[in-house]
């Protein structure tokens, strides 16, 4: 089964110009599907949001992300989506019953170095099990927004959960976005975090004062 959103600019009702970015063209809302966005935070939504509806995909976030640390950046975060979702026009899912940092640490343990494989696919089963039981055709996830995700490994990972079941994995390289989306973002007034999310992640982020 094709598990990648692959269709054509004729058959989303979107129009690209050559460097990919979507014409002033409008389709209706919702034409193009219902889309299950897993959100990992507000800046990354602004770009990628504004993509899916510009191409006519009816949106709803899915805000669920357990490798958030410390649980007061967690809500930090959260109180950020629900403060701009209207602005953004969408409506978002709050897993906050998953935040469970022990499902997460559990999930990476002894796998650290290779972490972020294991912190994608958490968030990504969850997205996809979330989007079949709510008969949404697509999930995706702002992951393909940064740049300093690993974004083949999510490309891929999203494909393979896909493969076997209805839902399909909408891969969209959100990344030619980057500086549209942090221009918005700040012009916004958005909160916007300097480490990813994880522990570990922080830690590097400081190291410098850490080892002070
Ligand atoms: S660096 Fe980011 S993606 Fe990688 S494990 Fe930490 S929070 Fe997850």
């Known amino acids: 089964m094709e598990s990648e959103e692959t269709r054509t600019e004729s058959e989303t009702g979107a129009a690209q110009n050559d460097s990919g970015r979507k014409t002033d063209e409008t389709p209706t809302p919702g034409s193009?599907?219902?889309?299950?966005?897993?959100?990992?935070?507000?800046?990354?939504?602004?770009?990628?949001v504004q993509t899916?509806?510009?191409?006519?995909?009816?949106?709803?976030?899915?805000?669920?992300?357990?490798n958030i640390h410390p649980a007061a950046e967690y809500i930090r975060r959260r109180d950020t989506l629900r403060q701009f979702e209207a602005e953004l026009g969408i409506r978002v899912i709050y897993k906050d019953a998953g935040y469970d940092p022990q499902v997460w640490f559990r999930e990476v343990t002894f796998r650290e170095t290779n972490r972020c494989f294991h912190c994608y696919r958490v968030r990504l089963?969850?997205?996809?099990?979330?989007?079949?039981?709510?008969?949404?055709?697509y999930f995706s996830s702002t992951l393909l927004y940064?740049?300093?995700q690993k974004h083949e490994v999510i490309a891929a990972l999203g494909r393979d959960l896909a493969a076997d079941g209805?839902?399909?994995?909408l891969y969209r390289d959100f990344r030619l976005g980057w500086q549209e989306g942090i221009e918005k973002s700040m012009a916004m007034g958005m909160y916007?975090?300097?480490?990813?999310?994880?522990?570990?992640?922080?830690v590097e982020r400081r190291k410098?004062?850490?080892r002070a």
């Open 192 to 202: 916007r975090q300097d480490y990813c999310g994880c522990l570990y992640s922080e």
């Open 52 to 66: 899916l509806k510009a191409e006519g995909f009816e949106v709803t976030g899915l805000f669920y992300n357990p």
């Open 146 to 148: 940064s740049t300093k």
């Open 208 to 210: 410098k004062e850490i």
């Open 166 to 169: 209805p839902n399909r994995f």
């Open 125 to 137: 089963e969850k997205t996809l099990f979330i989007a079949k039981h709510g008969r949404f055709e």
């Open 32 to 48: 193009a599907g219902r889309v299950l966005l897993h959100i990992c935070c507000a800046p990354c939504a602004v770009y990628s």
